[in-house]
């Protein structure tokens, strides 16, 4: 009887081991790394977004198609879609990626073909299609696709950047444009009143907006040569910028405090303190141009490509300020202020490429109240 029972249970043991064994063997043999942000779960880093193309001529790179024996390589990234084209001497396709970023990072992994006339290089979806980074500003690839002299790959080559095309999107509706330009911008000038623009909104809508909105940070870690409280910021140009401090009790008084590098704006970050003003200065690295801020540049989604200085000043009369301005390759130029007595900015955010949303203070009966707006900057004028 117990010999019986033995031979029961060994048999319902090698049963079950089986059944755990088949389980097993259908896990999938790979797995998506978890520290590595996937396009079709987040959306791409908006500094990212763009058009990237390079073309090789007999194993070198030149910027420009200067002949018909070369091949000419383009990267085209949005929110919605990354292709990869190859085009030139007894060569074309397209393939769209998909892609993981990490930081000043993006990997490009073949997803499926879109059009061949020459095979696509490409045999397994996953298979890497470029790694491209971002270093100071500046945008480079290396892929086993692209050769650079000798016919060399995965070589580190410099890519030529183009931002969206803003204007040709806003023809169709999708994108629309702040145009609207007075560099005279005067507090107290009726034109520029910011009561005529905002739209009141529920705090709901401006939250949800606040939480889905994240501006780009300056990068701690890249650090600026220092010498007694003096700066020296390397320029593209070959000069150096020399940033001092001076503690002389005159209209020369002055002191620096660096953030970090943004490498999306291509300039350094600086708080800065002086007799007539403090706030924040973005000193260029192309030119060494300064621009000084009252509050953090708040850059908007779609290319950083506009920001806003967004404050309330209590010196004098209270005033509500907040000044457009067009940014690129770490030029900001100035487009239009807006001001108010009665509306006083405590919290801004972009909720798209032209409009921005408003927590304020407003007065009322001599006492402030919490409002909510929104903004349609495309719409001033």
């Not at 204007?167 to 910011?194: A, K, M, N, V």
Request: charge should be negative; proline fraction near 3%.
């Amino acid at each position: 009887m117990n010999r019986k029972w033995i031979l029961i249970t060994l048999c319902i043991i090698l049963l079950s081991g089986c059944i755990n064994f088949g389980k097993r063997s259908s896990t999938p043999k790979t797995q998506s790394p978890g520290n590595e942000t996937e396009q079709s779960e987040h959306a791409i880093s908006q500094h990212w977004i763009g058009s990237y193309s390079l073309y090789i001529l007999s194993g070198e790179t030149i910027q420009e198609d200067a002949s018909n024996i070369g091949v000419g390589y383009d990267f085209e990234i949005q929110d919605s879609m990354v292709s990869f084209t190859a085009e030139g001497f007894q060569t074309f396709f397209v393939c769209e990626c998909s892609v993981r970023e990490s930081k000043d990072q993006l990997l490009l992994l073949y997803k499926r073909k879109i059009e061949e006339t020459t095979t696509v290089p490409f045999r397994n979806e996953g298979d890497t299609v470029a790694l491209i980074t971002c270093e100071q500003g500046k945008y480079y690839v290396q892929s086993p696709v692209i050769p650079v002299a000798g016919w060399v790959y995965n070589q580190k080559i410099l890519l030529e950047k183009e931002p969206v095309n803003t204007s040709e999107e806003s023809d169709h509706g999708s994108i629309p444009e702040i145009t609207y330009w007075h560099e005279d911008f005067e507090y107290g000038t009726e034109e520029d009143h910011l009561d005529r623009w905002v739209i009141p909104i529920d705090e709901a809508e401006f939250l949800a907006a606040s939480a889905n909105y994240k501006n780009i940070q300056p990068d701690s870690t890249v650090q600026l040569p220092t010498d007694q409280g003096s700066y020296s910021v390397s320029l593209e140009n070959g000069h150096t910028k020399v940033l001092s401090d001076c503690y002389e009790q005159s209209d020369a008084y002055r002191k620096y405090l660096y953030k970090g590098y943004l490498a999306e704006m291509n300039c350094y970050v600086f708080e800065y303190e002086g007799l007539e003003w403090e706030g924040i200065s973005y000193v260029s690295k192309a030119n060494g141009e300064e621009y000084g801020l009252r509050t953090q540049a708040l850059f908007s989604l779609n290319q950083n490509c506009y920001c806003v200085d967004a404050c309330t000043e209590l010196e004098g009369e209270r005033a509500g300020i907040i000044k457009v301005f067009q940014v690129s390759g770490g030029e900001f130029k100035f487009m239009f202020g807006l001001w108010s007595d009665k509306i006083f900015p405590q919290t801004v955010c972009w909720k798209d490429n032209t409009t921005l949303y408003v927590k304020a203070l407003r007065e009322e009966n001599g006492a402030d109240q919490t409002y909510y707006y929104k903004i349609p900057l495309d719409q001033v004028q």
